[in-house]
C-alpha cells in the first residue's frame, strides 16, 4: 500500500513539525495538572487532537504555540467534564486581585540578592501557589518563550490581558520566593 | 516618558515588546533615571532565576507510547478515507495546502535588516550578555527552544556581545550579536524552511558554498539556508569579513550537528 494510504506521510510530516515540541507539552501539562498521571493523559489527548485538526494547522506559525492551545483546551475539557472546582472563574475575579496583594507582600521591596541564592524546588513550589490563570502566563512567557501575541492565542484572550496577567503573576511569584527564602534564612525578617 | 509610564511598561520593556517609538522613548529615560534602572535590572534577574530551572523531557517510554497511539491513530484514519472516497479526495486536498509555501510576507533578509536597525538603537541590544559561546548557545535553547549555533570570532577581532530573541515571519528567531571596534554584527538564525533561491540578493560562492549578498539601507548581508534552518549576516563590515564569519558559523554547525 503506498504511503498516503497508510497514512504514512502525515504522521511524518506530523511527527517531523508537532512532536518535536513533545517535551513542552509535557512540561506544561505538568504544571497545569500538577499530577503525573493526569499530565500525560492530557498530553495523549491533545496530540492526538492536534493529528486530527493537523490540515488545519498554518505551517507559517508557531507550532508549539498552537499545540499548547489544544493542550490547554483539552485541559479546560477535562477539568469540566471532571467536575473539578470551578478555577477559572475564581482566579480571574477581583477575589484573585485581592489575594495578590494580600500575599505579594514583598512587591517592591529592593533587596532581591536570594535570586541567587533560591532553591530550584522553591521556584516550582512558587509556581504551584500560583492561581492558574496567573500560572499558565508565567509559564507561557517565561519558562516557555512565547511572545505576547502567541500568548494572547494559546489563552484566547486580548494582550492587554497578557500583560496584566503577566505582571501580576510574575509580581505573586516573588512574593512567594522572597517568602521562601526567609524561610530558609536567606532574607533577614527585616528586609 | 516620566517614572509611572515607564513602570506600566517595565514588563513588555524587558520583554522586548514595546514597539521601536515606545522603545526608545523608554531608553531616553533610562539614561537619567537609576531608579528605573535597577527596575530593570532586577526584572531580568528575576526572568534569568526563571530561565534557570531546569526542564522537564518527557520519558522515553511515554515518548515512545504516543508515537504509537499517533501511527494507529493514523491508520485508522487512513482507513475511513479509504472506505469513504470523496474523504480521500479532501484528503489529498490537504497534502496540496502543505506544499503551497507561506506567501504575502515582507522578504526575509530586509525583515532582518530592518530588526538589525532597530536592535542597534536599544540600549542594550542584547538581552542576555555574554562573551561566552557556549553560554549564549544555553540561554536560546533554554529561553526559545531554539538550536543555535554561536561561532567565536575571537581569532578575527570580533567580539560576542550576547543574544536576543527576535520574531521574524511570525516564528522565533535567534538575534546573536557581535561588534568590532564600533562596528556591529548581526547573526540571525531563524527557522523557516525554504531554498537559498527564495533569498534576494546576489548569489555568490564563497569556500566551496552558496550564498545570497544583499545590501540594504547600507548594510552589507549575506544569507543562506542550512535544512528547515535560514541564517543571515548584517552589518557594515565588509564582505570578504561576512563570508569567512559565514563559512566558520556553517562549519561550526555541520561539526555540532554531527557530535
Given at each position: 500500500?503506498?504511503?498516503w494510504?497508510?497514512?504514512?506521510?502525515?504522521?511524518?510530516?506530523?511527527?517531523?513539525?508537532?512532536?518535536?515540541?513533545?517535551?513542552?507539552?509535557?512540561?506544561?501539562?505538568l504544571?497545569?495538572?500538577?499530577?503525573?498521571?493526569?499530565?500525560?493523559?492530557?498530553?495523549?489527548?491533545?496530540?492526538?487532537?492536534?493529528?486530527?485538526?493537523f490540515?488545519?494547522?498554518?505551517?507559517?506559525?508557531?507550532?508549539?504555540?498552537?499545540?499548547?492551545?489544544?493542550?490547554?483546551?483539552?485541559?479546560?475539557?477535562?477539568?469540566?467534564?471532571?467536575?473539578?472546582?470551578?478555577?477559572?472563574?475564581?482566579?480571574?475575579?477581583?477575589?484573585?486581585?485581592?489575594?495578590?496583594?494580600?500575599?505579594?507582600?514583598?512587591?517592591?521591596?529592593?533587596?532581591?540578592?536570594?535570586?541567587?541564592?533560591?532553591?530550584?524546588?522553591?521556584?516550582?513550589?512558587a509556581?504551584?501557589?500560583?492561581?492558574?490563570?496567573?500560572?499558565?502566563?508565567?509559564?507561557?512567557?517565561?519558562?516557555?518563550g512565547?511572545?505576547?501575541?502567541?500568548i494572547?492565542?494559546?489563552?484566547?484572550?486580548?494582550?492587554?490581558?497578557?500583560?496584566?496577567?503577566?505582571s501580576?503573576?510574575?509580581?505573586?511569584?516573588?512574593?512567594?520566593?522572597s517568602?521562601?527564602?526567609?524561610?530558609?534564612?536567606?532574607?533577614?525578617?527585616?528586609? | 516618558?516620566?517614572?509611572?509610564?515607564?513602570?506600566?511598561?517595565?514588563?513588555?520593556?524587558?520583554?522586548?515588546?514595546?514597539?521601536?517609538?515606545?522603545?526608545?522613548?523608554?531608553?531616553?529615560?533610562?539614561?537619567?533615571?537609576?531608579?528605573?534602572?535597577?527596575?530593570?535590572?532586577?526584572?531580568?534577574?528575576?526572568?534569568?532565576?526563571?530561565?534557570?530551572?531546569?526542564?522537564?523531557?518527557?520519558?522515553?517510554?511515554?515518548?515512545?507510547?504516543?508515537?504509537?497511539?499517533?501511527?494507529?491513530?493514523?491508520?485508522?484514519?487512513?482507513?475511513?478515507?479509504?472506505?469513504?472516497?470523496?474523504?480521500?479526495?479532501?484528503?489529498?486536498?490537504?497534502?496540496?495546502?502543505?506544499?503551497v509555501?507561506?506567501?504575502?510576507?515582507?522578504?526575509?533578509v530586509?525583515?532582518?535588516?530592518?530588526?538589525?536597525?532597530t536592535?542597534?538603537?536599544?540600549?542594550?541590544?542584547?538581552?542576555f550578555?555574554?562573551?561566552?559561546?557556549?553560554?549564549?548557545?544555553?540561554?536560546?535553547?533554554?529561553?526559545?527552544?531554539?538550536?543555535?549555533?554561536?561561532?567565536?570570532?575571537?581569532?578575527?577581532?570580533?567580539?560576542?556581545?550576547?543574544?536576543?530573541?527576535?520574531?521574524?515571519?511570525?516564528?522565533?528567531?535567534?538575534y546573536?550579536?557581535?561588534?568590532?571596534?564600533?562596528?556591529?554584527?548581526?547573526?540571525?538564525?531563524?527557522?523557516?524552511?525554504?531554498?537559498?533561491?527564495?533569498?534576494?540578493?546576489?548569489?555568490?560562492?564563497?569556500?566551496?558554498?552558496?550564498?545570497?549578498?544583499?545590501e540594504?539601507?547600507?548594510y552589507?548581508?549575506?544569507?543562506?539556508?542550512?535544512?528547515?534552518?535560514?541564517?543571515?549576516?548584517?552589518?557594515?563590515?565588509?564582505?570578504?569579513?561576512?563570508?569567512?564569519?559565514?563559512?566558520?558559523?556553517?562549519?561550526?554547525?555541520?561539526?555540532?550537528?554531527?557530535?
Amino acid at each position: 500500500m503506498p504511503g498516503w494510504a497508510t497514512g504514512e506521510d502525515k504522521v511524518q510530516e506530523f511527527e517531523r513539525v508537532a512532536l518535536v515540541h513533545l517535551d513542552s507539552l509535557y512540561r506544561s501539562a505538568l504544571r497545569l495538572t500538577q499530577n503525573r498521571a493526569e499530565a500525560e493523559d492530557l498530553v495523549q489527548d491533545a496530540c492526538l487532537r492536534a493529528l486530527r485538526s493537523f490540515h488545519r494547522f498554518d505551517p507559517g506559525t508557531n507550532c508549539r504555540a498552537w499545540l499548547l492551545t489544544i493542550l490547554r483546551n483539552a485541559f479546560l475539557n477535562l477539568k469540566r467534564r471532571g467536575s473539578h472546582e470551578v478555577f477559572w472563574e475564581s482566579t480571574t475575579s477581583e477575589s484573585a486581585d485581592q489575594s495578590m496583594t494580600d500575599m505579594g507582600v514583598a512587591i517592591g521591596h529592593p533587596e532581591e540578592e536570594f535570586f541567587q541564592t533560591v532553591l530550584h524546588g522553591d521556584v516550582d513550589r512558587a509556581l504551584k501557589a500560583l492561581p492558574l490563570a496567573f500560572r499558565e502566563a508565567v509559564m507561557l512567557a517565561d519558562l516557555e518563550g512565547l511572545s505576547y501575541k502567541e500568548i494572547s492565542q494559546v489563552l484566547g484572550c486580548p494582550i492587554g490581558t497578557v500583560m496584566s496577567r503577566l505582571s501580576r503573576g510574575r509580581g505573586l511569584l516573588r512574593g512567594t520566593l522572597s517568602r521562601l527564602a526567609r524561610e530558609h534564612g536567606y532574607l533577614k525578617e527585616s528586609e | 516618558m516620566n517614572c509611572a509610564e515607564f513602570e506600566a511598561r517595565l514588563h513588555p520593556y524587558v520583554d522586548g515588546e514595546l514597539d521601536v517609538g515606545e522603545m526608545l522613548a523608554a531608553n531616553t529615560h533610562l539614561a537619567q533615571c537609576a531608579t528605573c534602572q535597577s527596575r530593570v535590572e532586577r526584572e531580568r534577574q528575576f526572568r534569568q532565576l526563571l530561565a534557570r530551572q531546569p526542564r522537564e523531557s518527557a520519558p522515553p517510554e511515554f515518548r515512545a507510547l504516543i508515537r504509537a497511539r499517533i501511527r494507529q491513530s493514523a491508520r485508522l484514519a487512513a482507513l475511513r478515507r479509504w472506505l469513504i472516497a470523496p474523504a480521500a479526495v479532501a484528503a489529498a486536498a490537504v497534502l496540496l495546502i502543505f506544499l503551497v509555501p507561506g506567501s504575502g510576507r515582507a522578504p526575509l533578509v530586509t525583515d532582518l535588516v530592518n530588526k538589525h536597525i532597530t536592535y542597534a538603537q536599544i540600549e542594550q541590544p542584547a538581552e542576555f550578555a555574554s562573551p561566552d559561546p557556549h553560554a549564549v548557545e544555553a540561554w536560546l535553547r533554554q529561553r526559545a527552544g531554539l538550536r543555535v549555533t554561536v561561532s567565536d570570532y575571537s581569532m578575527s577581532g570580533i567580539r560576542l556581545v550576547g543574544a536576543r530573541i527576535a520574531e521574524s515571519n511570525e516564528r522565533k528567531a535567534a538575534y546573536v550579536l557581535y561588534e568590532k571596534g564600533h562596528t556591529l554584527m548581526s547573526v540571525f538564525t531563524v527557522p523557516a524552511s525554504g531554498r537559498i533561491a527564495d533569498l534576494e540578493g546576489k548569489r555568490v560562492s564563497y569556500g566551496g558554498h552558496e550564498y545570497m549578498t544583499l545590501e540594504r539601507k547600507g548594510y552589507r548581508t549575506v544569507s543562506w539556508t542550512d535544512g528547515p534552518t535560514v541564517f543571515g549576516l548584517v552589518s557594515m563590515l565588509d564582505y570578504d569579513a561576512l563570508l569567512e564569519c559565514a563559512d566558520k558559523l556553517r562549519a561550526d554547525r555541520a561539526a555540532q550537528l554531527g557530535a
